[in-house]
């Protein structure tokens, strides 16, 4: 349930975060995906983690355990079966699907590490926006591990008729489930209380407004994501004090589209000129 309710909740996100601005929202509602993530997280990882530790923790103090007791019915064939045998059969599947959910979003999160430039999977962790494949990614890679401790966890319960490993199992599925659910949702806070582009990408932004013709001085630039890929930039900027009020004018848009061409993700640009020279400038590179 945890598994498929996960996948829903990253869908009405991309749902809402692809509708277009309107007056109540005039950059647009990409920040729904960090909501919709972060409940994923919260809700999701956080009460199916508690849910298994728990199960885990009554199975080490009452000495008894569900998974590998009993016998079921095979539907249609009443053939009886023992009830563990359900249960591997429901884990392999389990694996075999998971493992090919995994695989996508492997592929798709070490493409954003290769398009960044990042150096492996922790720094793609802490830096992407992109918490909708993000999400998937972790939530899968548990998915499994979980699985194959429960695997594990089972055999050896049914093989000593000990319960204690049974319950270890769903111990520590419950304790990676919201161990990761934590990293998660503060990934996705960052991200919902407005964080700018990685220093070396504002850097790159910064470069190009003081290269720029006919600009002295950048007092300012501010960068903050307002959606997956979506980042609005702001510049407070002093050109050159003999350049006129028209060529000024002419220069704006060529700096907003400069900073568009500089950096794919920023998809708004707003350029305010400075008439004086404040003590926070930064000097044109």
């Not at 508690?50 to 199975?59: F, H, L």
Request: no cysteine.
């Amino acid at each position: 349930m945890s598994d498929t309710g996960n996948q829903v909740f990253l869908l009405v996100g991309i749902w809402f975060g692809n509708r277009e601005a309107d007056r109540d929202h005039p950059f647009g509602h990409g920040k729904a995906q960090f909501f919709y993530s972060f409940l994923v997280s919260v809700l999701l990882f956080g009460i199916a983690g508690y849910a298994s530790a728990r199960e885990g923790y009554d199975a080490l103090t009452h000495g008894e355990t569900h998974l590998a007791a009993g016998t079921a019915t095979v539907p249609l064939t009443h053939v009886s079966v023992p009830g563990a045998w359900v249960s591997y059969g429901v884990l392999v599947g389990a694996i075999g699907f998971e493992g090919y959910a995994w695989r996508k979003a492997y592929r798709e999160i070490s493409r954003i590490k290769r398009e960044h430039d990042w150096s492996g999977l922790v720094e793609t962790f802490e830096k992407t926006s992109q918490v909708t494949t993000l999400t998937a990614f972790t939530e899968d890679s548990v998915s499994i591990t979980g699985l194959v401790v429960a695997l594990v966890g089972l055999a050896a319960t049914q093989l000593t008729h000990d319960p204690v490993y049974d319950g270890v199992a769903a111990l520590v599925i419950g304790v990676l489930l919201m161990g990761f659910a934590l990293a998660l949702a503060w990934q996705n806070k960052r991200l919902l209380l407005g964080e700018s582009l990685p220093a070396d990408e504002e850097a790159e932004l910064r470069a190009v407004v003081g290269n720029f013709e006919g600009v002295a001085a950048l007092r300012d630039l501010r960068s903050v994501y307002f959606g997956q890929e979506h980042v609005v930039v702001t510049a407070d900027v002093r050109f050159d004090a003999d350049m006129t009020a028209e060529e000024v004018a002419e220069a704006i848009p060529e700096l907003e589209a400069a900073l568009r061409g500089t950096n794919g993700k920023v998809a708004e640009v707003y350029v305010e000129p400075e008439a004086h020279a404040p003590t926070r400038d930064y000097p044109a590179v």
